[in-house]
């Protein structure tokens, strides 16, 4: 049974870089999409940026394209988020989760999702 587990959040000040991972364990990353999704306290979880499972697609949030990357290493069980000019805006517990193959807009197609990791942006 795949297991997903995010660390490397943090408390950062405005501009700042954090790099989130995703760690699987229990069964290999190479056959799902990765989605990095978040929520902030009192709005809806949000898809932040995702990774086919080959790696040759990503999508980004409007709202983080151009400051976030994603990527991924089959051979490390790994997904990562490079998060870079964070704002405060970016403040949020960010989760991942896997689907078959590819990305999908929609949270509800992602299952195996995992405790969160809280990203705070604050001078």
């Known amino acids: 049974q795949l297991q997903l587990v995010e660390s490397g959040g943090g408390l950062v000040q405005p501009g700042g870089s954090l790099r989130l991972s995703c760690a699987a364990s229990g069964s290999t990353l190479r056959y799902y999409a990765i989605g990095w999704f978040r929520q902030a306290p009192g709005k809806e979880r949000e898809g932040v940026s995702c990774i086919s499972s080959v790696g040759s697609t990503s999508t980004y949030a409007d709202s983080v394209k151009g400051r976030f990357t994603i990527s991924r290493d089959n051979a490390k069980n790994t997904v990562y988020l490079q998060m870079n000019a964070l704002k405060p805006e970016d403040t949020a517990v960010y989760y991942c989760?896997?689907?078959?193959?590819?990305?999908?807009?929609?949270?509800?197609?992602?299952?195996?999702w995992g405790q969160g990791t809280q990203v705070t942006v604050s001078a």
């Open positions: 989760a896997r689907r078959d193959l590819w990305c999908s807009d929609y949270d509800g197609d992602f299952s195996s």
